[in-house]
């Protein structure tokens, strides 16, 4: 039998969803004074003042940076695009930092509020990821650090979870992107069992056990998987800075790199990507005379970065490539080319955290039925 505690959640617009701030509870200072901790903490849930200016920080981020957010996905072009990331980046900052001062939480009644807020802890993370490429000499170190003793594996997946843990990423989850394969599972929900299961079943929040994925869909904010086969019916996709993406190079429905969406073009469906463990482009060796772009790819990757880049030459291996998701080769054509002794490359998947997995939890998967509360 799950524990598991649907809460449910109503969606009114964001200009009704601040509450005034309610007084103290009148029981709250009798339970204190009587040493009574559980029920201090219960109460106090529906009393915070603190969880009240949580909901009030996330609002004005979230409705501050609408409009940029809005002209960043307008932009014509990588150039203006980057202006625009700049500038949101630039107004999210302060923000960040405020709502970090009142703790971990990030929970608020409007699932709207809270993805405007998930995507600038993410744009946080690419800002981070973009300053390993400009300085990439110890950007393996710096995410190997995070991983021992599984240090000596590819770092892909350790790159982009250092840039996440940044951000606030709970602790207990970046072993979910130290493997290709942990990464699928990480956002489909396929859990692990035992203790040293990586994906696991069971999360500890508001003072319950509940299944991750329902407790997950009760906060309305749902771990998101977009697939190959998804990507290649058209349509409007839903990618942005900071979504991790899995790389097929060559081996039909498989995955096996590793990277962080940098940025993405929703006119030309053109999809830039920044990773360690890398082979693509790099910040141009000052040493070396600029050669200037290749092609118009290469240009537009530029523009994006917002500095010359040269094909992989230092061996630090922090690089940036470009895809275009409207022009994937389908599974059959990856299987004919690689019979033809072609390398092709295709994007495999395209995931987005949840919110939850910013704030502190516990996680269990010790048991397949039964959280640790009902063991």
Known sequence: MRTTRHLKRDSPS??????????????????????????????????????????????????????????????PDEEERRKHRVALRAFDAPWLKRLRALGTSKQHPDPTVQDMVLAALQLEAIANAEGALMDAKDAETVAR????????????????????????????????????????????????????????????????????????????SVRQWLTADEIQRGGELDVRAGDIAVIDHGVPGDANHIVMVHSYDPQSRRLNTIAGNDGGFEVENPEQPHKGPRDDDHQALEAAAGTPLSEAWSGHRVGMHTHDLGAQPTESRMRELRRRGRRPVRVFAVGRPSIVDFEDHRYDSTSRKFPPATR
């Not at 072993?175 to 699928?184: A, F, K, P, Q, T």
């Open 14 to 75: 964001l200009s009704s969803q601040r509450r005034p701030a309610a007084p103290p509870h009148p029981l709250l200072a009798l339970q204190q004074s009587a040493g009574n901790q559980a029920v201090v903490r219960h109460l106090a849930r529906f009393a915070s003042p603190e969880e009240e200016r949580v909901e009030e920080v996330m609002e004005k981020l979230a409705h501050g940076r609408q409009t940029l957010y809005a002209a960043m996905k307008r932009a």
């Open 145 to 220: 650090a995070e991983f021992n003793p599984y240090s000596k594996r590819d770092w892909c997946g350790m790159f982009a979870a250092e840039k996440f843990l940044r951000s606030n990423l709970d602790e207990d989850l970046k072993m979910d992107y130290l493997h290709v394969d942990n990464v699928v599972d990480y956002f489909t929900y396929r859990y692990g069992w035992g203790e040293d299961a990586r994906i696991k079943k069971w999360i500890h929040a508001e003072d319950a056990w509940h299944e991750l994925r329902d407790y997950h869909e009760a906060r309305g």
